[in-house]
């Protein structure tokens, strides 16, 4: 059963924008989680870049998006987008919510730890 699915990936130039968002499935308690976007470049490790704590609604972010990502979550949708403004060509990357209880940024793999849901990711290219 699908629990999270990411849309609103594409290619675009530097300096655009995009705003994918991920939508949770029928079923799944979107409220109670705290819901992370990270992404995963090419030949590189899984990266949380901003996130927003279960129950309510400030983000906190990386400092390499911070000022240029804007996370918002809508608990009765149950969506969470991510717009992102004056992209270069490091963003480019694939692109992932995950839920969990917590929230976590930066490098993921420094924290020893799986979180449990993940969709399958939208990928942004972001050409020079």
């Known amino acids: 059963e699908v629990q999270l699915v990411e849309s609103g990936g594409g290619l675009v130039q530097s300096g655009g924008s995009l705003r994918p968002s991920c939508a949770a499935g029928s079923g799944f308690t979107f409220g109670a989680y705290s819901i992370g976007w990270s992404r995963q470049a090419p030949g590189a490790g899984r990266e949380g870049i901003a996130c927003i704590m279960s129950g309510i609604s400030m983000p906190h972010y990386t400092d390499s998006v911070k000022g240029r990502f804007t996370m918002a979550r809508d608990y009765e949708k149950a969506i969470v987008t991510l717009q992102m403004d004056s992209l270069k060509p490091e963003d480019t990357a694939v692109y992932y919510c995950?839920?969990?209880?917590?929230?976590?940024?930066?490098?993921?793999?420094?924290?020893?730890?799986?979180?449990?849901?993940w969709g399958n990711g939208t990928l942004v290219t972001v050409s020079s």
């Open positions: 995950a839920a969990d209880a917590n929230c976590f940024l930066g490098n993921l793999d420094q924290y020893d730890y799986d979180i449990p849901f």
